[in-house]
């Protein structure tokens, strides 16, 4: 092969339609030995290290994870002993609570039957004094009526000695009725 048959033959065509030069797979093989050698030198520690980094932190993830859990089941179980105090303190409560209850019952009713005899006893002693009272005016409404009709009616008919003596008997059996 000449220099000018190779000048004029198409570079893009190879020697083999799926396989590169000989030359680029030397080059190729060599470069990528040093490629994945430098990775495995420089990068291989780094990926080492935060892989036992991430195993480390998932680690400690789970061991909190867990004793989060045996705080929980703790905390539970301290407060299922807690909610039977609760039940206990309940039923006490509620018992004082009764028992306070039942004594402002006790003390109202006896409060407002004191009251009531209190208002009866003044009830009465008013009725009592109203109707004195209305006795006494009942009595001098009777007198002055009886007066002005008797200084009417009993002058033609009566003399004064008479007349007074009426007067008195009514005024008399008036305040023995009472």
Known sequence: MSLLSLLAADPSETHHWLLPETAEI???GIASVIVIGGLVKF????????MAARTERIQKELDASANDLASA???AAGIRT?????????????ADANVQAEALLRDGRARLTAEIAELEAKAEADIAAAAARGGD?????????????????????LDEATQQSLVENFISKVGASR
């Not at 990068?43 to 935060?50: F, I, N, T």
């Not at 807690?82 to 509620?94: C, P, T």
């Not at 009595?139 to 008797?150: D, H, K, N, P, Q």
């Open 43 to 50: 990068a291989g520690p780094m990926v080492k290290k935060s």
């Open 26 to 28: 030397i080059y190729g």
């Open 82 to 94: 807690a909610l039977g105090d609760i039940d206990a303190e309940r039923a006490r409560l509620l």
């Open 73 to 75: 089941q703790s905390d």
């Open 137 to 157: 005016e009942l009595r001098t409404e009777i007198g002055r009526v009886s007066s002005s009709a008797l200084d009417k009616v009993l002058p033609s008919v």
